[in-house]
């Protein structure tokens, strides 16, 4: 198990980095075509998901980086289905 949490740890920058890229594909959420871009991201990611675990055994990174796209995937969600409005 500690193993395990210090491969994490070690490419916890790789996770970062993948988030970073992935959130700057990401689709902005003032984007007239916001749905079919959105539609294009979730495959994309997809295919990536597909690809690095085909490759995970002989390269974890791409598992990494794929991982930190998953988390990005989540916020973009979180950050369009989640308002928070203050009224005066």
Known sequence: ?????????????????????WLIIAPRVNSPRYGELFLAYMTALLFSLIASSEIMMIKPVAFFFTLGGVLAFCYVVMRKTIRITIHK
């Open 1 to 21: 198990m500690k193993l395990q949490a210090m491969e994490f740890m070690k490419n916890s920058n790789i996770i970062l980095i993948g988030f970073l890229v």
